[in-house]
C-alpha cells in the first residue's frame, strides 16, 4: 500500500489539482490538509481515481474532489471552495463550485464527510 499520512499538501501554481491520482491501487491519503494556495478558474482541491482518502481537511479550490472510479471519501471536511464571479466555462456565467463531484465511473464511496460549498448556487 501506498500511503500519505498527517501531512499538509499546498497546489502549486498553474496545476489543475493540488492532488491528481490517476492510476495506481491501494493509495491512502489520511489525516492531512490539502489546499489550494493558488486559486484560479478550474483548479479543485483534488482529483481522485483508484483510492482512498480519510480524515483529510480540504479548502481552496474550486472543487472539493472530482471523484472517479475505485475510490473512497470518508470522514472528511471539505470547505472554503472558492468561487468566481466571471467563469467563462459556464453557462450563466459563475464558477459552480461542489464539494464532491462525480463525473462517471463506478465502484465510489462517499461516507460520513461534513461537506460545506457555501457558494452562489449550488449544493455540497
Do not use: C
Not at 498527517?6 to 495506481?24: N, T
Not at 467563462?88 to 463506478?106: F, R
Amino acid at each position: 500500500m501506498w500511503a500519505v499520512k498527517r501531512s499538509l499538501i499546498e497546489g502549486a501554481k498553474g496545476k489543475d489539482s493540488s492532488v491528481d491520482i490517476k492510476s495506481g491501487k491501494n493509495i491512502l491519503i489520511e489525516d492531512s490538509e490539502v489546499n489550494d494556495r493558488y486559486p484560479s478558474i478550474g483548479n479543485d482541491d483534488m482529483r481522485v481515481a483508484n483510492a482512498t482518502v480519510l480524515r483529510l481537511n480540504l479548502h481552496g479550490g474550486v472543487d472539493g474532489i472530482k471523484l472517479f472510479s475505485n475510490s473512497t471519501v470518508s470522514a472528511s471536511w471539505i470547505h472554503g471552495l472558492t468561487y468566481f464571479a466571471n467563469d467563462p466555462g459556464q453557462s450563466d456565467g459563475h464558477t459552480h463550485n461542489d464539494a464532491i463531484q462525480i463525473l462517471g465511473g463506478s465502484n465510489m464511496h462517499v461516507t460520513g464527510n461534513w461537506l460545506d460549498s457555501a457558494t452562489k448556487d449550488n449544493s455540497a
